[in-house]
């Protein structure tokens, strides 16, 4: 078990190298002026000034060395001090959001954040209440209707389904309007007299004694969640239905109810804790997958997250931001796949004690 | 003695409903598994009601033509035709002003003597019936193309891994989990952003990034069952007779590791096609006005305030969408059932 975790953690480091490898190679994809003219207006005219752009931050150095600058920095060789780099935080100027790229993570996260923590329970939840009613009236009229339900909703691109909530609800009667929040509630949250807590706009609101903000926050919550929600749930009722299935049919059930067990705690007490290992291993999965930026739902909504941003960069080819984005998720990534696996160990006595 | 001997029926009776039992051509040919497979698909109504979606939108492709005609000596069939550039959508039924297609003999006979634009327009004139129709090629198309090129390339690095093992393996492996650490969407997106200035807009950015970020999962499904399938017996006997390793390989180890790999990946093809059409959604790849379903959805975008007034730019790609998608999901929740080995004689 040790050994599992030191191997993995000892493996983490390895990807991370690889992964940037590979996000700086399709940077590299680009010659050097299509790279330099993101920064350059009116090309034709400044030609000089592209070339001497080049030429300072070395974009005609071959691959690796070019690598190695973008992952530690520059040394200025006679002062002795060291820019850029994104081992050192410096992840270089966002065109596309107009601001360096750590404050537009810095602003732009936490909105990823409140969505996925409203958007867990509802769709983890709900999932799962669903396959094990599925389950319950195993090929059963509801078990059908279940399944349907949750086969219609997979089939739905976030955005068709997300667009026909905008033009059911918002656009027909005006509530659950998208974006974060209305004008009125931005420029209180961005005044003063707002205190800053945490980010999380709903929190700093009941925090400030503003319920009418909080209000407001959560109106704008609605359809994402539900979107986000509904094009989710066929995935954790198909498994919470099937590995239900098959716990139902383990020799310890046909144990309990030799034993005289009713047959409702059968299902809830000794089927269901042992058909929930699945579900935490996806819902790790899901919540770094939320956590990552749900592009198009965000797109959608305008609503101000990681994953518009990224859409916003790649559509105006800032190719500098898009990357340094998508390096984040690829961590994030990466450290809940850790997590997903760790926990997963501990919770099966089978991997735990090998 | 009369017990011995009622046993003894019983067990011929067993014997004899063993032997008894018909293999039929197909099964012989197709062997148990896949004959299973096969026979489940076709005999689930859900699964059936997918395929009726799929053939419907297969024959819509193949008759594009036919259903609505392309500009005469248009150089690209593709670019959706328009009426004039109105900014303002106009409704479902609307008379084509400007320049309307030639009529085709089902308008003439079921509708009238007069295009109109029968799903209406976008903002723009952009006939939204006509890209519709020819998006259907483009998805059929792209699916068609992205499912095959991300198939042969996850069979042969997991060919790779799964047969030379070792160092190899190693490697192929963790460049895997490192391509497959980024989230999907946002990965493609990004490589289709930065391919658009090299190649051109188009369908091409976009499909070469959904391939470069979708063979690992091929390639894992079909390392795990050659590892399995080279533990075989048969895999030993054919050693032992003296058998090549390439003979090995082509004859005895892919086609007996390929199906679930073949099965799960042609199932692929609906959520392939909403990744590319989620793409151009959002402004990836392919330009303005290419008859593609993604990119017609996108046109509802500038509306949101009004779409309950301008609703058929949502409704008919939208729809047109989710069918084609659900044809594919439908056939593949009837084949997962099946296929799990847990589901199976319940």
Redesign the interface.
């Given at each position: 078990m040790t050994q599992y975790i030191v191997r993995r953690l000892l493996?983490m480091p390895?990807?991370l190298i690889?992964?940037t490898?590979?996000i700086f190679g399709?940077?590299s994809?680009?010659s050097p002026a299509?790279r330099v003219s993101l920064y350059v207006r009116d090309i034709p005219k400044n030609d000089i000034v592209m070339d001497s752009l080049i030429e300072r931050y070395g974009l005609d150095d071959p691959f690796l060395v070019q690598y190695y600058h973008w992952l530690v920095g520059h040394q200025d060789a006679s002062t002795g001090e060291w820019t850029g780099g994104i081992l050192r935080g410096e992840f270089g100027y966002s065109r596309s959001a107009n601001q360096n790229i750590v404050d537009l993570i810095k602003r732009r996260f936490p909105a990823t954040v409140e969505l996925a923590l409203y958007s867990i329970v509802p769709l983890i939840g709900v999932g799962t209440w669903l396959g094990i009613v599925a389950a319950r009236n195993h090929d059963k009229f509801i078990d059908q209707l279940a399944?349907?339900f949750g086969?219609?909703g997979?089939?739905?691109?976030?955005?068709?389904f997300g667009?026909?909530m905008?033009?059911?609800v918002?656009?027909?009667h005006q509530i659950f309007p998208?974006d974060r929040l209305s004008n009125w509630a931005n420029l209180i949250v961005n005044s003063e007299e707002f205190i800053n807590y945490t980010s999380l706009v709903t929190i700093d609101a009941l925090l400030n004694g503003r319920f009418d903000i909080f209000l407001d926050a959560l109106r704008h919550l609605v359809l994402p969640i539900i979107t986000l929600s509904y094009i989710n749930w066929a995935l954790y009722l198909?498994i919470m239905r099937?590995s239900m299935?098959?716990a139902m049919?383990q020799d310890y059930i046909v144990t309990a109810r030799a034993k005289g067990v009713k047959e409702k705690d059968v299902f809830n007490k000794h089927a269901k804790p042992n058909a929930m290992i699945p579900i935490v291993t996806m819902s790790g999965m899901t919540i770094a997958?939320l956590l990552?930026?749900v592009?198009?739902t965000e797109?959608?909504f305008i609503y101000p997250g990681i994953?518009s941003a990224?859409?916003a960069?790649?559509?105006q080819?800032d190719?500098v931001t898009?990357?340094s984005?998508?390096l984040l998720?690829?961590f994030l990534?990466?450290v809940a796949?850790l997590i997903v696996d760790i926990t997963y160990a501990f919770m099966d006595p089978r991997v735990r004690l090998s | 003695m009369a017990e011995a001997q009622a046993i003894e029926k019983k067990l011929d009776g067993l014997i004899g409903e063993y032997t008894e039992r018909k293999i039929s051509r197909s099964e012989r040919i197709l062997g148990p598994e896949l004959y299973r497979i096969i026979k489940g698909i076709f005999t689930t109504p859900s699964s059936m009601v997918g395929f009726f979606l799929i053939a419907v939108f297969i024959l819509v492709a193949i008759f594009a033509p036919q259903i609505i005609p392309p500009k005469e000596n248009t150089l690209d069939p593709y670019k959706i035709r328009r009426d004039g550039f109105a900014s303002v959508p106009k409704a479902p039924g609307t008379v084509w002003a400007k320049d309307p297609p030639e009529l085709t003999w089902w308008y003439e006979t079921f509708v009238g003597d007069e295009w109109v634009h029968l799903f209406g327009t976008a903002s723009g004139g952009w006939d939204i019936f006509y890209g519709v129709i020819w998006g259907t090629r483009t998805a059929i198309k792209v699916g068609l193309i992205i499912e095959g090129v991300t198939l042969l390339l996850g069979i042969i690095i997991g060919c790779l891994a799964g047969f030379y093992r070792g160092v190899l393996d190693d490697i192929i492996m963790r460049v895997v989990e490192v391509f497959q650490t980024f989230p999907f969407i946002m990965a493609a997106m990004t490589l289709s952003a930065i391919l658009t200035p090299i190649i051109g807009k188009g369908i091409w950015p976009a499909t070469i990034a959904l391939v470069a970020f979708g063979w690992m999962s091929y390639a894992r499904l079909i390392r795990g069952d050659i590892l399995s399938v080279r533990e075989r017996d048969y895999i030993l006997a054919a050693r032992v007779v003296g058998a090549k390793d390439s003979r090995i390989m082509f004859k005895h180890i892919i086609p007996n590791a390929i199906y679930p790999t073949l099965v799960v990946a042609s199932l692929d093809i609906g959520t392939i096609v909403v990744s590319f059409a989620a793409l151009s959604f959002l402004g990836i790849g392919t330009e303005i006005g290419y008859a593609d379903w993604g990119q017609l959805v996108s046109f509802a975008r500038n509306w949101i305030p009004q779409l309950s007034n301008y609703w058929w730019i949502l409704i008919y790609p939208g729809m047109a969408l989710v069918l084609f998608v659900l044809g594919w999901n439908l056939v593949g929740d009837a084949l997962r059932d099946i296929m799990d080995p847990r589901m199976r004689n319940r």
């Open positions: 493996l390895l990807t690889g992964v490898l590979l399709m940077l994809f680009l299509e399944r349907l086969i219609l997979y089939s739905f691109p976030s955005f068709v667009l026909l905008l033009m059911f918002y656009a027909e998208p198909r099937s299935l098959e049919n997958g990552s930026g592009t198009i797109t959608i994953g990224a859409a960069a790649s559509t080819l190719v898009i990357l984005l998508v998720t690829g990534l990466l796949n | -």
